[in-house]
């Protein structure tokens, strides 16, 4: 199915493969510059990347928060790229919307409706992905607390859920996405990344979302994993994303 995604900027993003990719986090201006150059020449078609991190551990890295949006503002002009991040807190809704193209809802907050209904009176899309222990129609629900307020430019993400598997970070429910394009006709685009919490994963998945029906696919990169401040081993390197794409447009 063809998505095209409707930015503010009155562009679009026309694409039956729809491509996101970046670092978890931001973490400097070089940093995301050279993420952010290297993906759009590989084919991507959306930056993402965090610059407020909702985190398990309150001593876990947070996020450089206003500066990371600072950078992302100044990558953003300087590559010519759209821009998808996370809004956390309602309070932080205006700085999200002067730099994000597209806004994400995390996991973990899914069932935050109060910050659903606020993004639903945005005139900006929304990436909601889907809580990691939310039953489909739970999903589904909060989509339509979005669209209830007069946004309808939602994309899906599936990104795992959590289940009696301690293999794999999550369980990849990829027989959500062709029950929710039937149930919603919203694009949806599945994450391996949080998926699986596996590099070596996200190829396989990444095939297998497509073959699914998935209108695209989210994914971590980041030129030394090793050394990144949140989600380093499920992260890909350059050569990895590359791998990735090529395997993709075979």
């Not at 129609?137 to 007069?150: M, P």
């Not at 994993?225 to 499920?234: F, R």
Request: hydrophobic share 40%.
């Amino acid at each position: 199915m063809d998505i095209t995604i409707k930015l503010k900027s009155g562009t679009s993003i026309p694409n039956d493969r729809l491509i996101i990719a970046g670092p978890c986090a931001v973490e400097s201006y070089e940093q995301l510059l050279m993420i952010a150059k290297f993906i759009k020449s590989k084919g991507a078609n959306v930056l993402r990347g965090g610059a407020y991190k909702p985190r398990t551990s309150p001593y876990s890295f947070q996020g450089m928060k206003e500066e990371g949006l600072e950078v992302f503002k100044s990558v953003k002009k300087e590559v010519g790229i759209p821009i998808v991040t996370e809004l956390m807190d309602a309070r932080d809704l205006d700085k999200i919307y002067d730099v994000a193209d597209i806004i994400q809802i995390g996991s973990r907050n899914m069932h935050n409706f109060s910050l659903l209904t606020e993004v639903g009176k945005q005139d900006k899309p929304v990436l909601l992905k889907r809580g990691m222990s939310a039953t489909i129609k739970e999903w589904i629900n909060a989509a339509e607390y979005i669209a209830v307020e007069g946004n309808t430019n939602i994309i899906m993400c599936e990104r795992g859920i959590r289940t009696y598997n301690d293999y794999t970070r999550n369980t990849l429910d990829l027989a959500a996405v062709p029950i929710i394009k039937k149930e919603t006709g919203l694009p949806v685009i599945v994450d391996p990344s949080h998926g699986t919490g596996i590099k070596e994963l996200v190829k396989p998945m990444s095939l297998a979302s497509f073959a699914a029906g998935a209108d695209g696919i989210m994914v971590e990169v980041h030129p030394e994993p090793e050394k990144a401040l949140s989600d380093g081993p499920q992260s890909l390197t350059f050569d990895e994303f590359e791998d990735v794409v090529e395997s993709l447009n075979k």
